[in-house]
């Protein structure tokens, strides 16, 4: 359980609780509408019934396929999304957050997704540990006795000062948790983890993460899925 009051934040940012949820609310001009975890409704909703099931490219990367329903880890869960769509899809899935204040939101969303009908078998697939991933995969795993066949990552890309203006969600994410310049650590310990493959999600023309090459790749429009088979299955 995450002690809200005891959550450390920038300035200018703050927890609200409501009746509709905790958001993490700032200036919206820097930062744009408060940002809350919502499974139930909305978009998600919407990619729960219409986004294509097990055809979707996260889907294919992640290797769920007809009879075939891995357990994943996300360990750069953030606010959930893609945890919960291989979530509603059947597979078993541990969210791993290490931002204290995103950790606290994805709580307040899988216990509001936990008490809604629509929702409570998917959120009853899906357990959260905040901590750092790069730091201690392994011990987080095992302390929600958890077995991974596969583990999804989602690295923040390096923000380039030429780029175009960044999306306000992505500058609260940059605020909160910096880039991941530890990417590399967190892709090998997601291989000494693994049992079968490491996903990873990358822009679609950013470079691999430093480290060994992938062995296959899934592009889509704006994102590609770089995947490694586990150092054991390789051999």
């Known amino acids: 359980m995450t002690d809200v009051e005891k959550v450390v934040l920038p300035d200018g940012l703050r927890l609200v609780p409501s009746d509709e949820g905790l958001a993490l609310v700032g200036d919206e001009k820097r930062y744009g509408n408060p940002l809350s975890v919502d499974f139930v409704s909305g978009k998600a909703a919407h990619r729960r019934r219409f986004g294509g099931g097990r055809g979707q490219l996260i889907a294919k990367a992640c290797g769920l396929a007809k009879g075939v329903t891995p357990s994943i880890v996300d360990a750069t869960a953030g606010l959930g999304r893609d945890a919960f769509v291989l979530a509603s899809l059947g597979a ?3 969210l791993i957050e290490r931002v204290a204040a995103i950790a606290a939101l994805l709580e307040d969303g899988l216990k509001r997704a936990s008490r809604d009908s629509g929702t409570v078998d998917i959120a009853a697939r899906m357990i959260l540990r905040h901590g ?3 730091q201690s995969l392994a011990e987080l795993v095992a302390s929600a006795h958890f077995s991974p066949q ?5 690295p923040m890309f390096p ?3 030429k780029s175009a203006l960044v999306k306000k969600e992505m500058r609260l994410f940059r605020e909160l948790a910096g880039d991941d310049n530890d990417a590399p650590r967190l892709l090998e310990a997601a291989l000494d983890v693994a049992t079968h493959r490491v996903v990873v999600k990358r822009p679609r023309k950013a470079p691999p993460i430093d480290g060994p090459v992938p062995q296959h790749t899934l592009e889509g429009k704006t994102s590609r899925y770089d995947l490694y088979v586990h150092r054991s299955l390789a051999r």
Do not use: G, S, T, Y
């Open 92 to 94: 078993q899935v541990l």
């Open 132 to 134: 750092d991933a790069a």
């Open 150 to 154: 596969v583990i999804h990552l989602d």
């Open 159 to 161: 923000h380039r000062e």
